[in-house]
C-alpha cells in the first residue's frame, strides 16, 4: 500500500489505483471526523441505544458498495463524500428507532444544502448541555437545551448549519462551502456571524461555558 496522498485532489486516483485497501486506508483517515459528526448530530434519545461506531460500519459498508459509481462520477471531495453517506446512514438510524417522532430528521442538509427543519438547533443545543450530567445539574440541563434551542432556532438556517460544521464538526472553510454549496467568502462571513451569536446566546449561560455562577 502506497503512502496515503497529502492532498485531497490526489485522494482520487488513490482510490483507483489501490482497490479496497486504499478505501479502508482513507476511511480509517477521516473515522475520527465521521464519529464527530455522528456525536453531534445522533438524537439525544438513543445516547443509550445507538453506538457511533454501529454508525461508521454500515456506513462503511454503502460506501464500498457505492465506490465505483463515485469514482465514475466524483460528485465530490472524498470526506465530503463519505460524510454524507454516513449522514444519510445516520437519518435512516433515526427513522429505524425514532419513526414518527423523527420527522425527516437531518434532512436540512444534503450533498448539497436544500432547507432547514430544525435538526441543527436540536443537535447543537444537545450538544452544549450534554456535560450536565449530575443530579443536581437536571433540570439546570433541561432549562438550558430549551433556552438554547430557541435561541438556535433564531439565527439564519445556513448560519446555523455553517456554524455546526465548522465549530462543532470541525471542516474547512472550503468543505463547508462544498457542503452548502455556496462561496468559499459566503462561507467565512456567515461562519464569523453565526460564532460571534452564539457566544453572546451564552453570555448568560455560565454552566455551559463550565463556569461557576
Do not use: C
Not at 454501529?54 to 465530490?76: F, H, N
Not at 423523527?102 to 443545543?125: F, N
Not at 456567515?190 to 453570555?203: D, G, N, P
Request: glycine share 4%; no cysteine.
Amino acid at each position: 500500500m502506497d503512502q496515503l496522498p497529502a492532498a485531497p485532489e490526489d485522494e482520487i486516483d488513490f482510490l483507483r489505483n489501490g482497490g479496497s485497501e486504499a478505501l479502508a486506508a482513507l476511511f480509517s483517515r477521516y473515522q475520527k471526523r465521521l464519529e464527530r459528526m455522528v456525536a453531534l448530530r445522533l438524537d439525544r434519545r438513543l445516547y443509550a441505544r445507538v453506538d457511533a461506531a454501529d454508525v461508521l460500519q454500515e456506513a462503511y459498508l454503502e460506501i464500498s458498495r457505492r465506490i465505483d459509481d463515485y469514482l465514475a462520477k466524483e460528485p465530490a471531495t472524498f470526506f465530503v463524500w463519505i460524510r454524507q453517506i454516513t449522514w444519510q446512514i445516520l437519518l435512516m438510524t433515526h427513522r429505524r428507532h425514532l419513526g414518527a417522532q423523527r420527522r425527516s430528521a437531518g434532512q436540512e442538509v444534503s450533498l448539497r444544502w436544500t432547507g432547514p427543519d430544525g435538526g441543527t438547533s436540536v443537535s447543537l443545543a444537545g450538544f452544549l448541555v450534554a456535560h450536565l450530567t449530575s443530579p443536581s445539574q437536571a433540570v439546570i440541563r433541561e432549562e438550558r437545551y430549551a433556552q438554547l434551542r430557541d435561541a438556535l432556532d433564531q439565527m439564519d438556517p445556513l448560519d446555523r448549519e455553517v456554524l455546526a460544521l465548522r465549530h462543532f464538526e470541525h471542516l474547512g472553510n472550503s468543505e463547508v462551502a462544498e457542503v452548502l454549496d455556496i462561496q468559499p467568502t459566503a462561507a467565512s462571513n456567515r461562519y464569523v456571524r453565526a460564532l460571534k451569536r452564539l457566544k453572546q446566546m451564552l453570555e448568560s449561560m455560565p454552566e455551559i461555558r463550565g463556569e461557576d455562577r
